[in-house]
């Protein structure tokens, strides 16, 4: 909820000609360097200039478009790096906040059957970020895309009636979770911000989802008294939320959504205590809080776009290294600088020299196996949504054959693979359509298959909208792998 506008039940309806185009006042920015930010109005939303504001002084191209645009294909998200869900009353908080409008992402089907959460899934699994701002936190919550512990996007938690039993507008202090993966606050210790809601108050259902929540850091901000603790005491917590949590993000980091309003502090004098504060110290910053949020993720974009990034099977190659609070950087700089990187020119160019296959079991020096399992299992911790939708149908024998994911072969972490069938199963972003990463990729299945393994490639798109045809595929393979061994047993 927001507290400039009061709720409505009723929104303007924008013609066929309006669809067609976006906002007139804030045309889309055609400059590929810079980031693309696109920020939904419409239904009763109502914090979308602020927060277009926030990303232009950020660097970042804003485009304001009304949801409809979306909904009925004349905008794409995929055009864009960040999706964000302004503050407001979307269908004046009618059946909750943000009730109406998650149902309307996850029910509603465009002309080729697909919602616009179909495209939300696809658009996170290829690396992009989606903000929500108090109802547009509400919305995503309601959605299931946070705190989304199971990556099967259904509801986990619920944000309900602040336990004051009022609307609260005040200015509230922000800690942020030191352990948080999320770009948003990188660098970010304490935020001061405005909140205005009547609904922040977060709910999770039980011990287990509240230890998962913990565990994984996502609860990324609490709410802190003036000595930046985390309290539970109001009105510094203001709606008395579980975990005193006033953000969440999903275990990617790459899905952020918090109560409190940050494109409300982009400037000094957006604060009410902004003189005094000048006046004790002149040198002041005159940039809010709230501005330090955008300014975080239109970098961490711009950094993507500055180079291409490695891709997430590999430790090594490309300049990868792997990371664990379990080995030091020189055990793993002495480890890796031995391992080779596979090219893709010519037979056999790329092959280990510290490792082999012995009767389908990996062996290597006990060294570099322990970076390279140190590896594989950060890398499980975090999985893409494409990854995890996927393990969910490998896991358990379901293919009558047992996978293991994120396993150590060669120089290689592959996502999944079962070793007795020799198949390895890769599950690929929109980074490696890219040409680097396409020639990076065929190099490390040539040295991969002529150790006697069968690569098989899906888009993130493919898991997410076509599982069927991913098993299918899996299933034929290893129908086809069974009968050669039969032919081979019994000539």
């Known amino acids: 909820m927001n507290q400039q506008a009061t709720p409505a039940t009723s929104a303007h309806q924008p013609t066929a000609e309006e669809l067609k185009q976006p906002n007139d006042e804030q045309p889309k920015i055609n400059d590929e360097k810079r980031v693309k930010a696109l920020i939904l109005t419409g239904f009763g939303i109502n914090c979308e200039e602020e927060v277009a504001a926030a990303y232009e002084l950020a660097g970042a191209a804003a485009t304001i478009v009304h949801l409809n645009q979306v909904l009925h294909g004349y905008v794409s998200i995929h055009d864009y790096d960040t999706l964000n869900f302004p503050g407001g009353f979307s269908f004046g908080d009618d059946l909750g906040s943000g009730v109406v409008l998650a149902n309307k992402l996850r029910y509603r089907r465009n002309a080729e059957g697909r919602t616009l959460l179909d495209d939300i899934r696809e658009f996170v699994a290829n690396g992009k970020f989606v903000l929500g701002i108090c109802n547009g936190f509400q919305v995503l919550v309601k959605l299931g895309l946070l705190p989304n512990l199971s990556g099967l996007v259904r509801p986990e938690v619920t944000l309900t009636h602040n336990a004051s039993g009022r609307y609260e507008d005040r200015w509230v202090r922000l800690k942020v979770n030191p352990n948080s993966n999320s770009p948003f606050l990188k660098g970010l210790d304490t935020l001061e911000v405005p909140v205005r809601h009547g609904e922040g108050r977060l709910i ?36 008395g939320a579980d975990l005193n949590c006033a953000g969440l993000t999903d275990p990617t980091g790459q899905v952020f959504g918090l109560m409190p309003h940050p494109e409300a502090f982009l400037s000094l004098y957006n604060h ?49 290294q792997p990371t664990s609070q379990h080995s030091s950087n020189k055990e793993t700089q002495d480890v890796l600088q031995h ?20 009767e389908n079991v990996f062996t290597t020096t006990p ?25 969910e149908e490998l896991r358990g024998q ?43 990729d065929a190099g490390r299945t040539h040295a991969l298959e002529a150790l006697g393994y ?12 076509h599982m069927d045809k991913v098993l299918a595929a899996i299933s034929d393979h290893l129908t086809q792998t069974n009968q050669t061994k039969r032919l081979r047993t019994n000539p």
Request: charged share 25%.
């Open 204 to 239: 999770i259902s039980g011990p287990a989802t509240l230890a998962h929540i913990e565990a994984q850091a996502l609860n990324c901000l609490t709410y802190a008294d003036f000595n930046g603790s985390p309290t539970d005491v109001y009105p510094y917590n203001p709606n």
């Open 454 to 465: 069968k690569m098989l490639r899906f888009s993130n798109a493919e898991v997410l909208n």
């Open 272 to 320: 009410p205590d902004w003189a005094r504060r000048k006046r004790a110290n002149p040198g002041l910053s005159e940039e809010g809080d709230g501005l330090r949020l955008f300014r975080n993720i239109v970098a961490h974009v711009a950094a993507l776009h500055g180079g291409p990034r490695s891709p997430a099977p590999s430790p090594v190659g490309r300049g990868s």
């Open 398 to 440: 379901k293919l009558a054959v047992k996978f293991r994911r994120q396993h150590a072969i060669d120089s290689y972490i592959v996502d999944f693979i079962t070793i007795p069938d020799k198949l390895i199963v890769e599950v690929d972003g929109e980074i490696h359509a890219e040409p680097s990463e396409a020639e990076y």
């Open 367 to 391: 060294q570099k196996w322990k970076v390279l399992k140190e590896y594989g299992r950060d890398m499980r911790k975090q999985p893409t949504p494409a990854e995890e939708v996927l393990w």
């Open 339 to 358: 391992v080779p990187r596979p090219t893709g020119e010519g037979p056999g160019v790329g092959l280990p020299t510290e490792t082999s296959i012995v």
